[in-house]
C-alpha cells in the first residue's frame, strides 16, 4: 500500500461549536459539503434488473440511481428537463423509461429525452438530444453502489487505497442473505458527534466496559486512506475484551472470516467513508450504516443488516432494539425504559453519550479540552474535522 496521510500528531478541536448546533451552519453543509461527496446508494443486488431505481438524497440533491437496458448502473438529478418535477419516489423498478408525471416527458434509462407530448404544436424549437437528464456519478465498491451530485467524479481518488484493505465478507455470495428488518435510529445530536463517538479510540475500554470492554487506546488503530478510515483492533492473543471473542466464536461457528491485514495482526474493524457510510464487519455478520442529517440536532441512522444464511437469530431485530417506538419503527431515546448502562447494548451506550454531548454544546460556555494523542485516542476526530474545513466555504 502506499503511504497514507498520517493523523495527527497533536490533534485538537479544530471545528467552532457553531458547526454543531447552528442552522445556518447545516445548511451551508447541505448545499455544499453534501452535495459534493459520495453518498451510499444501496448494494448491487438492490439493481438486480434494468429499470430497477432508487432515489438518494445528497444534501439538497435528490438522485437516481439506476440500471439501464445495457446493464450498466448510472445516476442521474431527480428532476424533469421540462419544470424540474422530481421523477421518481423512494425505490422500484421504473419500467422501459422514465415518465414525468406532470406532463409527461419520457426520458430513457440512459437519461436521453425521447418524447414530449405535443412537441410540434408547442415545442417547435426543442432539442431532444441536448435536453437529457443532468448526470450525476456512480461508484462501485465491493458490491456496495456510491452517487455523488457532480458528473465525471474520480471515485477511485475518493477511494484512496481502499481496495486493498482487507475485507470480511462478499455480500454478493450465495451463503449471505439480508436481514429483512432493517433498522432507523432518530438521535437527537448533530451527525459529527455521532461521527466523532465513532472513531473515537479512547472511550472503547470507559464507556463501553460492560459491553465491549475495550480495546485500551493502544490496542486500537486507526488508518486514513484518503478521506475516509479503518479501524483496527490490535488485540489479537490473549484476548481479554469481548469483541474478539465474539468474532472468533461466530467465525467458528458460521465460517465467516475475520479480517486479518497482512501487516496488522488484528481484527477489523469499522470503514468510515466519509461523510456519512459506516460499514461494521461484526460477529453476526455486516452492517452498513448511513447518517442521514435531519437539521443541527437530529441525526437519523439507517442500519441494514447482512448475516451468514441460518444466523438471522443473532441479529437485531428492530422491535428487540432498545427504545423502539411501534407508532413510527423508530428507535428513539424518548421511549428508552431502562437507563442506557444497564442495556447491555453498545449503541445505546453510543447514543446515550451523544446526546449528552449534544446538550451540552447548547450552553455558550461550552469548550472542548486537549484530545488524546495516538491513533487509538482521538487523532482520527481531529483528522475528520480538517476534512470538514477543507470542503467547507471559507
Ligand atoms: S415538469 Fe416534467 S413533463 Fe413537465
Ligand atoms: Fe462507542
Known amino acids: 500500500m502506499t503511504p497514507q496521510p498520517a493523523l495527527p500528531d497533536q490533534p485538537r478541536q479544530r471545528l467552532p461549536r457553531d458547526a454543531y448546533v447552528s442552522d445556518s451552519w447545516f445548511e451551508t453543509e447541505q448545499n455544499t ?33 439506476i440500471r439501464n437496458n445495457t446493464g450498466e448502473l448510472r445516476a442521474f438529478h431527480n428532476q424533469c428537463r421540462h419544470r424540474g418535477t422530481e421523477l421518481l419516489e423512494g425505490c422500484g423498478n421504473a419500467g422501459k423509461t422514465i415518465v414525468c408525471p406532470y406532463h409527461n416527458w419520457v426520458y430513457g434509462l440512459d437519461g436521453a429525452l425521447r418524447g414530449v407530448p405535443a412537441q410540434r404544436a408547442c415545442f417547435a424549437d426543442l432539442d431532444k438530444k441536448t435536453t437529457a437528464l443532468f448526470g450525476a456519478s456512480v461508484g462501485i465498491f465491493r458490491n456496495l453502489v456510491f452517487v455523488h451530485p457532480e458528473p465525471d467524479q474520480n471515485f477511485d481518488d475518493w477511494l484512496g487505497d481502499l481496495h486493498q484493505v482487507p475485507w470480511p465478507h462478499d455480500l454478493a455470495s450465495a451463503d449471505m442473505q439480508e436481514n429483512p428488518d432493517d433498522v432507523t435510529y432518530e438521535m437527537n445530536c448533530n451527525w459529527k458527534v455521532f461521527y466523532e463517538n465513532a472513531v473515537d479510540g479512547y472511550h472503547l475500554a470507559y464507556l463501553h466496559k460492560d459491553t465491549l470492554g475495550g480495546p485500551t487506546h493502544d490496542k486500537n488503530l486507526w488508518e486514513v486512506f484518503g478521506q475516509n478510515m479503518v479501524w483496527w483492533s490490535t488485540e489479537r492473543e490473549g484476548v481479554k475484551h469481548r469483541i474478539p471473542q465474539f468474532v472468533e466464536n461466530a467465525a467458528r461457528g458460521s465460517g465467516l472470516k475475520t479480517v486479518q491485514a497482512a501487516d496488522i495482526p488484528g481484527y477489523g474493524g ?36 447482512w448475516s451468514p444464511k441460518g444466523w438471522l437469530t443473532y441479529t437485531h431485530r428492530a422491535a428487540d432494539i432498545p427504545g423502539y417506538d411501534k407508532e413510527t419503527g423508530l428507535i428513539k431515546s424518548s421511549h428508552w425504559t431502562q437507563h442506557p448502562l444497564e442495556t447491555g447494548d453498545f449503541q445505546t451506550e453510543d447514543i446515550w453519550v451523544c446526546e449528552k454531548m449534544q446538550r451540552a454544546l447548547q450552553s455558550p460556555r461550552f469548550k472542548v479540552g486537549p484530545l488524546a494523542k495516538g491513533a487509538g485516542g482521538e487523532a482520527a476526530i481531529d483528522f475528520f474535522q480538517q476534512t470538514i474545513l477543507n470542503l467547507m466555504p471559507q
Open 33 to 65: 459539503l453534501f452535495s459534493n461527496c459520495w453518498t451510499f446508494a444501496g448494494v448491487t443486488m438492490d439493481f438486480a434488473e434494468p429499470g430497477d431505481f432508487r432515489v438518494i438524497k445528497a444534501g439538497v440533491c435528490s438522485l437516481i440511481v
Open 270 to 305: 469499522v470503514y468510515m467513508l466519509f461523510p456519512t457510510t459506516i460499514l461494521t464487519p461484526n460477529p453476526w455478520g455486516f452492517s452498513i450504516s448511513t447518517m442521514e442529517p435531519v437539521n443541527a440536532g437530529t441525526t437519523r441512522l439507517r442500519v441494514r443488516n
